[in-house]
């Protein structure tokens, strides 16, 4: 199943970061969650971001589109300075997709008009235009014939590839998913996981805070390891979880098992 093909037939990356986050801490109060954190993620590069419950993973990804605001630091996407305070917040969020645990569709919107919904709104795309895109994207996540259902009549699994859907119609440059696959039944993950690796390969950088070492063995290009608030461990799939070279990651993963 583990395949060094799998990976060298992605893209090749250019040289340019396509996310820098660079000595970046949050604070909730007196609570410090992020404790200064430097990662750089290569345009087509997949990071799969691993550790415990509590230390600081959503909180880092929530900062990269700024859901959060970052205490001190800088993120930038694309090359632009996201916490720059003269920046078009709104814009540089239409480049960075996001996928969360719980899917938050729309359950009184069909399939197809929860993606038309946020490409017509936030994009300015006709009906026509967006429609069309929504069937692609469908179709990319294996879900065309369910564009008249509603969200309650789909499986969790289904629910969460219209969520990704969802975010693909906008064009992503960028991909974050936050535990996108925590919420299902076992039996539903691999569909999921699926569309991810099938992502993944078409060259699209992402940033996936995943339980799945699985996923994160086979589809990473980096797994970063995080504890208390700062990257632990940052390397190959093979070096944080094969063969992890601190206690604290050791400790983490053997209580995966
Ligand atoms: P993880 O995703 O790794 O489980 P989080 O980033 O969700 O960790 O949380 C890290 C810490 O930040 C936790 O102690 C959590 O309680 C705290 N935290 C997260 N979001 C908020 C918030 N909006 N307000 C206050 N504390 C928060
Ligand atoms: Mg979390």
């Not at 609570?31 to 230390?55: F, H, K, Q, W, Y």
């Amino acid at each position: 199943m583990s395949t060094p093909t799998e990976k060298s037939a992605r893209p090749a990356r250019s040289g340019t970061p396509e996310i820098r986050v660079s000595g970046l801490h949050k604070s909730f109060g007196d609570n410090e969650v992020l404790r200064g954190i430097d990662l750089e993620i290569g345009a087509g590069e997949v990071v799969c971001v691993i550790g415990p419950s509590g230390s600081g993973k959503s909180t880092l990804l929530r900062c990269v589109n700024l859901l959060e605001e970052p205490t001190r630091g800088q993120v930038f996407v694309g090359g632009t300075e996201l916490t720059d305070p003269d920046v078009d917040i709104d814009a540089v969020r239409r480049r960075i997709g996001m996928v969360f645990q719980q899917f938050n569709l729309f359950p009184h919107l069909s399939v197809t008009e929860n993606l038309t919904l946020p490409q017509r709104r936030v994009l300015g795309r006709g009906k026509a235009e967006a429609a069309k895109v929504a069937a692609e994207n469908l179709r990319r996540v294996g879900l065309a014939e369910k564009a008249d259902a509603f969200p309650a009549s789909l499986s969790g699994g289904q629910q969460q590839r219209v969520a990704i859907a969802r975010a693909l119609a906008m064009g992503p440059e960028v991909m974050l998913f936050d535990e996108p696959t925590s919420a299902l039944d076992p039996e539903l993950v691999g569909d999921v996981l699926a569309v991810m690796r099938r992502l993944a390969h078409e060259g699209m950088t992402m940033m996936v805070v995943t339980h799945e070492m699985t996923f994160a063995r086979e589809v990473a290009d980096r797994v970063v390891f995080m504890d208390g608030g700062v990257i632990v461990e940052d390397g190959t799939p093979e070096q944080v979880i094969g063969n992890p070279s601190h206690e604290r990651t050791r400790h983490f993963l053997s209580r995966l098992l």
